[in-house]
């Protein structure tokens, strides 16, 4: 099962312009997560995240403005989640959640969070980025204030008014096949410099203005590898808010056999087969040798169902 995709909640988005209606589910059975700096509160003896009431959250001291700043995320029976980003906070507010939980990055924990859990948390990540990195009007520079309980954001000069939303940058993500003159299929996998030691994953690249899904995968499979695709098919689709994309899954038929990796996109590709994918161990081992993807990542969702479903291919 893909990670991230199981985001349950009600958004309420009828009732979420209400000022009246929010600051009702604020203080009646609410449930708060904290981010500082993209990275969720853990308590690192469960490896699980820190949610807290509003009392313990009015206990950090947090003053009355930012809790008006609260994003609301959506509603499960009678509770009400909410996000509050703490990252331009002072000192001794972040010491005392702190002494709550450790602040990490949910890649981290993700592979063993259950997936609704987990799925909460990037929705959580996903909105407070997007809030820090559009404090100020695409159009006329002014400052941008919250609203609509953090899924918009509104222009604050009288002129403009300029209302802007939560943005999801669409992404290819594709697992090349082809079955070669031995009879044997291999699959396409390349690793980035950056990366750890070892790492092959599928290609992956952003959809271009104006261009289809499809074009998009031929398009990337081409420039990275210099391979040739045909017969794409969809697999599926993974929030991944690191830091906003959503990625969409393909498996593609190469018609072409002979890599010529730019350089500038990867630093190597290969063809593999099943038996030798089998072998690779995983992202984070100490061993040497090949490595596959993250566990939580659409990425090792296709190479695993390339793996052990041929027929989806």
């Not at 997007?130 to 953090?150: D, P």
């Not at 009879?183 to 950056?194: D, M, N, V």
């Not at 010529?260 to 996109?265: L, S």
């Given at each position: 099962m893909l990670k991230y995709c199981e985001m349950n909640l009600d958004r309420a988005s009828n009732y979420r312009k209400d000022t009246a209606w929010l600051e009702d589910k604020k203080k009646y059975n609410s449930q708060w997560l904290v981010m500082f700096e993209d990275k969720n509160l853990f308590c690192t003896q469960k490896n699980e995240p820190v949610?807290?009431?509003l009392a313990a959250l009015l206990n950090l001291k947090i003053d009355k403005q930012l809790l008006s700043e609260a994003i609301f995320i959506g509603l499960e029976g009678e509770v009400s989640y909410f996000v509050l980003d703490l990252t331009n906070l002072n000192e001794q507010v972040l010491n005392k959640a702190n002494q709550l939980g450790e602040f990490y990055d949910i890649r981290q924990f993700g592979p063993s969070i259950e997936n609704q859990l987990a799925s909460i948390l990037i929705l959580g990540r996903a909105l407070c980025y997007?809030?820090?990195?559009?404090?100020?009007?695409?159009?006329?520079?002014?400052?941008?204030?919250?609203?609509?309980?953090?899924h918009s954001r509104t222009c604050t000069n009288q002129n403009c008014l300029h209302q802007t939303f939560p943005r999801t940058d669409p992404a290819v993500i594709m697992l090349v096949q082809k079955t070669f003159s031995d009879?044997?299929?291999?699959?396409?996998?390349?690793?980035?410099?950056?990366w750890p030691k070892g790492v092959f994953s599928t290609l992956a690249g952003f959809v271009d203005p104006g261009e289809t899904l499809e074009k998009a995968v031929q398009r990337e499979v081409f420039e990275e590898s210099g391979i040739e695709v045909e017969n794409v098919k969809y697999i599926g689709s993974q929030p991944w808010p690191f830091p906003?994309?959503?990625?969409?899954?393909?498996?593609?038929?190469?018609?072409?056999?002979?890599?010529?990796?730019?350089?500038?996109?990867?630093?190597?590709?290969?063809?593999?087969?099943?038996a030798q994918l089998k072998q690779f161990t995983n992202w984070g081992d100490e061993s040497e040798g090949f490595k596959l993807?993250?566990?939580d990542s659409i990425s090792r969702f296709l190479i695993d169902c390339w793996i052990n479903s041929p027929e989806l291919a």
């Open positions: 949610f807290l009431t997007w809030h820090r990195t559009h404090k100020f009007c695409g159009r006329c520079g002014t400052v941008n204030k919250l609203v609509e309980a953090g009879g044997i299929e291999r699959c396409l996998l390349g690793r980035q410099a950056s906003s994309s959503i990625m969409l899954g393909f498996i593609s038929t190469a018609v072409s056999s002979t890599i010529e990796v730019d350089q500038d996109e990867l630093e190597q590709a290969n063809w593999f087969t099943r993807p993250r566990k």
